[in-house]
């Protein structure tokens, strides 16, 4: 009994040191600053765009960005520049954003996931070690759990933080100045994210789908980064699959690179670029095996629908945030399915679609 009992402390006091550490590093190995890109992943991470020049599209938000760091350098009040919230689908350069703001304004990029701010204690030690002007990027900020959203209002607003010292009857309150820093918010849900937060942003963008010229070149920028060398109609197959998403535009060329390479190319015509696609199960609409599968399993089993989420994550077997972050804006963007109050929709255009393929 008494060994069993030590032996779970011991596996309790393990889990601990393990899940303690494990909070550590996800910390540290998020909080590369911009000249510590070269993590885990070096071919990712060179793929990255590294300053405005290579970053393609989303001209808007360039625009306002170009203007406010300009008029807050004027000012010499670097963080007068303003909050800013990213809304939109995964891939389409939210990170990137803050990692370019950063080197424009010559401060330092600290990267967090919100599930990785799980404990007040982590955005305090964030907070209070940052320096004049730095940039903070909360990804998924939606999930910041209100503890340290609460802690978060009077550091956005005032740069100030509370922190309690003592307990109960001798607590006390001490208010701590912190560096001013500018906080980069990223959602694929803004809806999620509550009022007085949301009113702490001056700049709100959503992020847009690209055009498939957009992505072709960053498919051309891409290129020479992985020895390869695509014609001008082969990057157009690549971009006009790639969902309008950057990362997927650079997860394709990587399948065709590894494709081509195995076959001897380095140089890729059209008729290899769809060669090696059909492979890898993405068609001419940039649809993929699972998004087939969810409309082929509307059309089938529904009729097209109306058909609600949980009902369509059961006939799939993928899970529902899955289906409604990832598959789902890009289905409704292209016109192959439409959310109503009844459910989700195919649409006449999906049931062309796949009459003609
Ligand atoms: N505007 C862009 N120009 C060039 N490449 C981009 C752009 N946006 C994203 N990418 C590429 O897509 C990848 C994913 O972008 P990321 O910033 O991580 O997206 P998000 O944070 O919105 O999920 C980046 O590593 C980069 O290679
Ligand atoms: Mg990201």
Redesign the pocket.
């Known amino acids: 009994m008494v060994i069993n009992s030590s032996l779970n402390k011991e596996e309790t006091n393990n889990n601990e040191s393990s899940k303690v550490a494990q909070r550590k590093s996800q910390i540290l190995d998020s909080n590369a600053s911009f000249n510590d890109l070269k993590t885990e992943n070096d071919e990712?991470?060179n793929?990255?765009?590294k300053s405005f020049k290579?970053?393609?599209?989303?001209e808007q938000l360039q625009e306002i960005l170009r203007i406010s760091i300009a008029a807050a350098k004027q000012r010499n009040d670097i963080a007068s520049l303003g909050h800013i919230l990213?809304y939109?689908?995964?891939?389409?350069?939210?990170?990137?954003?803050a990692y370019i703001l950063a080197k424009e304004l010559g401060t330092n990029a600290h990267i967090f996931s919100a599930p990785a701010l799980e404990r007040p204690k982590d955005i305090l030690g964030i907070l209070m070690s940052v320096k004049e002007g730095d940039v903070v990027f909360i990804?998924e900020i939606h999930r910041l759990n209100k503890v340290t959203e609460e802690l978060l209002y009077p550091a956005l607003e005032d740069f100030e933080i509370d922190l309690n010292s003592g307990k109960s009857e001798s607590a006390r309150v001490m208010r701590f100045q912190l560096n001013k820093f500018i906080l980069v918010g990223?959602t694929t849900k803004l809806g999620y994210i509550s009022a007085p937060l949301r009113d702490r942003f001056i700049h709100l963008y959503r992020?847009e789908y690209?055009k498939d010229e957009?992505l072709a070149l960053?498919i051309e920028?891409?290129c020479p980064k992985l020895n390869i060398s695509l014609d001008d109609d082969a990057k157009l197959i690549l971009a006009s699959r790639s969902r309008g998403?950057?990362?997927i535009?650079?997860r394709l060329l990587r399948l065709t690179r590894d494709f081509a390479h195995y076959k001897g190319k380095t140089q890729i015509c059209k008729t290899t670029a769809i060669e090696s696609l059909n492979l890898y199960q993405i068609d001419s609409a940039g649809l993929d095996a699972m998004d087939q599968k969810i409309l082929l399993t509307m059309i089938n089993q529904y009729k097209g629908g109306p058909v609600g989420l949980e009902t369509i994550s059961m006939l799939v077997g993928e899970d529902k945030t899955t289906i409604e972050d990832y598959y789902e804006p890009f289905l409704v963007q292209s016109g192959f399915l439409m959310r109503t109050p009844r459910g989700r929709v195919v649409t006449d255009k999906a049931h062309e679609y796949f009459q003609k393929n």
Do not use: H, V
């Open positions: 990712l991470n793929l990255r765009p290579d970053y393609i599209g989303q990213l939109g689908p995964p891939g389409l350069g939210k990170t990137s954003c990804d990223a992020m690209y957009e960053i920028k891409n998403t950057p990362r535009a650079n």
